[in-house]
């Protein structure tokens, strides 16, 4: 088994996605965020707001999302203090939106923080990705999550090859796709009459 090429911060930064006419964002409301996050188990079921929250505090949390989500985003592709710093300051608000308590495991011999939160509070769900982002932050390089180089696409992909050679989201989509648009206009350029297939 290779390195493990998934992350769930990935994975938040890919709810932006391209559809057929244009961006598509997978985190359009509340019950969206909070179905994504249980679904890549960043968030526990156990954890989810017990009662329906009031629309001003969700709309809060999911805004707060969405800009957490582009903060990381501009600081995976420039990479700047500015663009750190505001990642900083989102990834700060997120966690003083709910209240934990971290205690620590062994598993397998290996330690590790267990999460607990302290209310079933709608500000659990922005904690929690918070949380997801700065695990992917602190274990993975910044270099090595890029965004794929089809220039129609933009999925972002963790690298774990070992000269971060890797360049499309998934080399049977894009990559695939990309291979053959090149092979089409380079048989269309040595047609004589621009159309492909009928070279000699
Ligand atoms: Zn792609």
Redesign the pocket.
């Known amino acids: 088994m290779g390195p493990i090429d998934r992350s769930a911060a990935v994975d938040f930064l890919n709810t932006r996605h391209m559809g057929s006419s244009g961006v598509v964002d997978d985190l359009t409301s509340f019950d969206a965020v909070v179905s994504w996050a249980v679904t890549h188990e960043v968030l526990r079921r156990a954890d989810l707001p017990s009662r329906k929250a009031a629309p001003s505090a969700t709309r809060r949390h999911v805004a707060l999302v969405i800009a957490m989500r582009s903060a990381f985003e501009a600081f995976l592709l420039t990479k700047t203090a500015e663009a750190r710093r505001a990642l900083v300051g989102y990834l700060n608000q997120a966690l003083a939106s709910a209240r934990s308590t971290e205690t620590v495991v062994v598993a397998d011999a290996v330690f590790d923080l267990a999460r607990a939160y302290d209310e079933r509070d709608p500000g659990n769900v922005p904690h929690a990705i918070a949380w997801t982002i700065l695990d992917c932050l602190r274990t993975v390089p910044p270099g090595a999550i890029r965004r ?3 220039d129609d ?3 972002f ?1 963790l690298d774990v090859t070992k000269n971060g050679s890797r360049r ?3 080399s049977e ?3 695939a796709r990309v291979r053959a648009r090149r092979h089409y206009q380079s048989r269309k350029m040595s047609s004589p009459s621009g159309v492909p297939g009928e070279v000699a």
């Open positions: 794929c180089s089809a696409c933009i999925l992909f499309w989201c998934s989509g894009c990559g």
